[in-house]
């Protein structure tokens, strides 16, 4: 049975840094394509937001511009373990962080949730940026 589970989240002010975990089982990070959405408050499954994703492999990064610089993504094989690294949080990012396994990987600017319905999701870890 395929499980994901975030951990990491909590409440943390402007400016300040986050290390999100989506320990995996019953599946290898390392063949699988993971990626990290968010969904904000009031919003539905269908607006979560695409943030980073790593491919199976190689581990290609796939990211959004406007997070370079403050956002990464990683993976450690051996924990079995993708990481999602928030520095510089903000207001606005104040959100519940969802990890997704897929063995297929779409990625766009505007990612949708839905393109990785399909996959294993997490229940998600909350994050509140707020001073």
């Known amino acids: 049975q395929v499980q994901l589970v975030e951990s990491g989240g909590g409440l943390v002010q402007p400016g300040g840094s986050l290390r999100l975990s989506c320990a995996a089982s019953?599946?290898?990070?390392?063949?699988?394509?993971i990626a990290w959405f968010r969904q904000a408050p009031g919003k539905d499954f269908d607006e979560r937001e695409g943030?980073?994703?790593?491919?199976?492999?190689?581990?290609?990064?796939y990211k959004k511009p406007y997070l370079e610089g403050r956002f990464t993504i990683s993976r450690d094989n051996y924990a079995n373990t993708v990481y999602l690294e928030m520095n510089n949080l903000k207001t606005e990012e104040t959100a519940d962080y969802y990890c997704v396994a897929a063995g297929g990987l779409i990625w766009a600017q505007n990612v949708k949730a839905a393109w990785w319905a399909s996959g294993y999701w997490g229940q998600g870890t909350q994050v509140t940026v707020s001073s």
């Open positions: 943030v980073l994703a790593i491919g199976k492999g190689g581990g290609e990064i």
């Open positions: 019953g599946l290898n990070v390392e063949d699988s394509n």
